[in-house]
């Protein structure tokens, strides 16, 4: 299928919403109506009578300014006459879809230049016939000859790109996503990092680009049939790719995903309306229960299904070879040193790396794996891990090992503090695979120093991600994140209920011979749950003495089915004593005893028991503290 609005240019380089003026030739109300995003085949004819007047100017002066990109231009224009020298090609701006106010911005100054421009002598446009294949030439031309190489068809000309007015479907949006310097993460000295931001697509990832094309393919392959189902294990992406193009195109989509995933990926695979699957996580990939076997049962079930398979699917490196490779190139000049990006299925690196090095062949190319997937844990030291999307338990057939050069391990720590860096030093929200990325990319950057360029992926947005290792309490529970202030301790816990509570003692007992229903009297007085045992009731000089507990909930239970248990001894209705903890411990120690079954602890000074800590007293003091 053609997609809406495509032209491939003869370096396969796509024009979509490209358009060439003149400016020189475009008049204010044109240069207005560009700005407003008028049709192409009005600026196409704009372009064809700039080409037809150009042919009247004659060909020998080789003087000639070539179009610089914009920025370049305003910003390091020579003083007037200026239109001798090398010149450096016209490249596209860096986003593929100015939008107007930058054509706003950019216009008076590109006026000026041509007010200085107008003695420039300029040559003549061979060999184009309809206006639109016009405009494919003038964009190849000048990316792919130099002056000194097209002698005479040299021309003034500049790019602008400008919002198209219509895109057929969402579709024509995916891909052609920016690079972005990193400013402040990367330290001084290090190489320049860009970070190709897939967020922007309009399903949030990496994955629209082989959504797509992974469609495509089946129906032109006749394995998928109108009105069929698309079957997929995936980690949440390649699902939305997939349920974008489905939606579109009218098929059914069921998605089996491993049950680590995030809740918000769930649901916004059913806002699409796809089925989803949820299988254990923790289990073999051969297993009959694993995500992958789920998804090969259910493919085989159902009538007219079909299981794109992104893990086998050579579409997948595919349309990264088409797409993310090439973009990479253009938007870098070829100025790329090293690509730094996680690998899951393997297909980004693979299709990416593959185009680059075919260009490039010393470029390197550089794997970002989670510590404990198998590309750099092998078989044998698998293990867990938390990041979502990167790493695998298996070879997929998608990568090819061969394209990569390196491998960095990161830890699930490191990525996740890295992406937490990314939204707070460089306003991108990024998600926990674009971490792995841009820890390794720093790395990178680190070895190969100043001068040099590292270009890493992000594959999707942090926002599926808000409620894992963006939120201070997951990453505190991990470990992965230091309270910004030091832990109290037990003691200091115990002091803030004294003066609180003047009135209480400091440590409430009874003894093992005294009666069940004085203990009730003593938690009623006092107003607390759960009392220390002692052996006599006299000297309390040790934990030795504490011998068992009595526990409000407890006692309810015997003296609701039983009156008379009011008259037995304590030591007939005592439980084991209570967990002891040292008032010179770190609040930390209490928290877990408190966060599970047991809800209080005996406080002991050099072993000798001073109080009681609730988890009430607990709640409280946190509560107060903020
Ligand atoms: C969030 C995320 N990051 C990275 C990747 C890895 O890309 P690839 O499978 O092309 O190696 C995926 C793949 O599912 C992903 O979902």
Same mark, same amino acid.
């Given at each position: ?71 370049? !231009? ?13 010149? !450096? ?28 421009? !107008? ?41 602008? /790109? ?53 469609? /495509? ?14 079957? /997929? ?8 790719? =997939? ?119 010393? @470029? ?101 991600? @808000? ?8 990453? %505190? ?7 910004? /202030? ?7 816990? @115990? ?44 000297? =309390? ?13 407890? @006692? ?40 599970? !079954? ?19 007293? =607990? =709640?409280?003091? %946190?509560?107060?503290?903020?």
């Amino acid at each position: 299928m053609q997609r809406g609005g495509d032209r491939s240019g003869p370096n396969g380089k796509c024009l979509r919403d490209r358009r060439l003026v003149e400016i020189g030739e475009v008049a204010k109300e044109d240069r207005e109506a560009l700005a407003l995003g008028q049709t192409c085949d009005r600026l196409a004819k704009d372009a064809a009578a700039l080409v037809a007047g150009l042919g009247g100017h004659g060909p020998s002066d080789r003087r000639h300014r070539r179009g610089a990109s914009i920025s370049s !231009r305003v910003d390091h224009d020579p003083p007037d006459p200026p239109f001798e020298g090398p010149a !450096r090609p016209v490249r596209p701006a860096a986003a593929d879809r100015a939008d107007e106010r930058l054509l706003h911005r950019v216009l008076p100054e590109v006026a000026a230049v041509r007010d200085r421009a !107008r003695d420039a002598q300029v040559g003549r446009v061979s060999g184009a016939v309809h206006p639109l294949d016009l405009l494919e030439h003038l964009v190849s031309f000048e990316t792919s000859h130099t002056p000194e190489d097209h002698g005479e068809e040299s021309f003034v000309y500049y790019a602008l /790109e400008t919002m198209a007015r219509e895109y057929q479907t969402v579709l024509d949006l995916v891909g052609h996503t920016p690079l972005a310097r990193l400013q402040r993460i990367v330290p001084a000295g290090a190489a320049t990092v860009l970070a190709k931001l897939e967020y922007i697509s309009p399903g949030g990832s990496v994955k629209d680009r082989i959504g797509i094309k992974l469609i /495509e393919q089946a129906e032109r392959e006749g394995k998928l049939k109108p009105g069929g189902t698309i079957v /997929e294990p995936t980690s949440g992406n390649t699902g939305v790719g =997939l349920a974008i193009a489905a939606a579109i195109k009218g098929y059914h989509c069921i998605f089996v995903m491993p049950d680590k995933m995030s809740q918000e990926k769930i649901s916004l695979l059913r806002a699409y309306g796809a089925e989803v699957v949820i299988c254990p996580y923790a289990v073999a990939a051969e297993s009959p229960e694993s995500y992958y076997s789920v998804s090969d049962r259910l493919a085989e079930e159902i009538p007219g299904a079909y299981k794109p398979d992104q893990y086998t699917n050579q579409g997948n490196p595919d349309a990264h070879y088409e797409t993310t490779g090439p973009e990479i190139w253009e938007q870098t000049n070829g100025e790329i040193d090293a690509l730094v990006i996680a690998v899951g299925t393997g297909g980004t690196i693979t299709g990416t790396g593959r185009y680059l090095k075919e260009q490039k062949p010393e @470029l390197i190319v550089v794997g970002a794996d989670p510590e404990g997937s198998i590309y750099t844990a092998g078989e044998q030291h698998m293990h867990p891990y938390l990041v979502e999307g990167v790493g695998e338990d298996f070879y997929p057939e998608t990568f090819d090992k061969d394209i990569v050069d390196q491998w960095v391990t990161v830890t699930d720590k490191d990525s996740f503090l890295t992406a937490r860096r990314m939204a707070r030093e460089e306003g991108l929200l990024i998600g926990g695979s674009g971490g792995t990325a841009v820890h390794a990319a720093i790395e990178v950057a680190k070895q190969l120093g100043e001068g040099k360029l590292v270009v890493t992926l992000i594959p999707d947005s942090g926002r599926p991600y @808000l409620s894992k290792f963006y939120d201070d309490n997951y990453m %505190l529970e991990l470990g992965f994140l230091e309270r910004d /202030e030091p832990s109290p301790s037990v003691a200091e816990v @115990l002091n803030a209920k004294k003066s609180e509570e003047p009135d209480i003692p400091d440590l409430i007992t009874i003894s093992s011979h005294q009666k069940v229903g004085d203990a009730i009297d003593l938690m009623q007085r006092y107003s607390i749950s759960q009392l220390p045992v002692v052996r006599d009731g006299e000297g =309390l000089d040790s934990l030795a003495d504490v011998i068992g507990s009595l526990q409000d909930r407890d @006692l309810l239970d015997r003296v609701f089915k039983n009156p008379d248990a009011l008259h037995e001894n304590v030591a007939a209705a005592m439980q084991p004593p209570l967990a002891a903890i040292d008032a010179d411990e770190k609040l930390d120690e209490v928290f877990s005893t408190l966060s599970g !079954r047991q809800n209080a602890v005996v406080v002991a000074e050099g072993g000798k028991p001073i109080g009681v800590l609730t988890r009430t007293d =607990l =709640l409280e003091y %946190l509560a107060h503290r903020r």
